[in-house]
């Protein structure tokens, strides 16, 4: 599984968009990149996954370069709800579903302040 | 669709003893993995189970260990309980790859 580099911690406020860049250099030519929230208390919660160019979705953007050593979850408009930890996973689809797990990084704390 | 439930929630053991803990996934799930996360090692993979068999093992000691059942109903086992153990446990269930669905987890606390 590719290694995963983000930062610890970012803060923003009410309304702003938030960009949080993962590094991934030793991405593989079929690793997916994948983000997952989680509140406190409470497990992972599946936000987006993509693996070139850009995804939308209702809750989040995903931006992935041509040279995949990277990509960025914009996160528009937060809110104080969206306080929380985000990961940034990088993995190969199983093939024949015979090798199927997540290796989680130690994620971004995203602080929104009112 | 009901989501994928723990129980129990949260747990008190003293260390030595031994804990069960359940998962049941979402209906149509036949996916189930286990996943510990403590402060200092974040979230770390212990095992994945499809129809009755572990399919992929994590790093973690032979104290722990899980099975599934034929309804995919999961659960897991810690014998010999360290304070180490102390951590939240999670059970996400899926369909497929691009999504896995989280229970809210099992507070243990090792004594």
């Known amino acids: 599984l590719a290694k995963t580099t983000q930062p610890i911690s970012m803060d923003s406020y009410e309304g702003q968009e938030v960009n949080i860049t993962c590094s991934h250099n030793n991405i593989a030519t079929n690793d997916y990149i994948t983000w997952y929230q989680q509140f406190p208390s409470q497990g992972p919660r599946f936000i987006i996954q993509?693996?070139?160019t850009k995804v939308t979705n209702e809750v989040a953007s995903l931006f992935i370069p041509a040279d995949r050593k990277s990509s960025t979850l914009s996160l528009p408009r937060v809110s104080l709800s969206d306080t929380a930890v985000y990961y940034c996973l990088v993995g190969e689809p199983p093939r024949d579903l015979t090798d199927y797990k997540l290796s989680f990084g130690a994620g971004t704390t995203v602080t929104v302040r009112a | 669709k009901a989501g994928v439930t723990q129980t129990p929630r949260y747990l008190i053991k003293t260390r030595g003893q031994q804990v069960t803990l359940s998962c049941s996934p979402i209906?149509?799930?036949?996916?189930v993995s286990w996943y510990q996360q403590t402060p200092g090692q974040g979230l770390q993979f212990l095992f994945e189970?499809?129809?009755?068999?572990?399919?992929n093992k994590g790093n973690f000691p032979g104290r722990f260990s899980g099975r599934q059942f034929s309804n995919s109903r999961s659960e897991m086992n810690v014998s010999t309980l360290e304070l180490g153990d102390s951590a939240l446990y999670l059970c996400?269930?899926?369909?497929?790859?691009?999504?896995?669905?989280f229970g809210p987890g099992t507070r243990l606390t090792v004594l």
């Open positions: 996400a269930s899926s369909l497929n790859f691009n999504e896995q669905f």
């Open positions: 993509g693996y070139k």
């Open positions: 189970y499809f129809s009755e068999t572990q399919r």
């Open positions: 209906s149509g799930h036949r996916s």
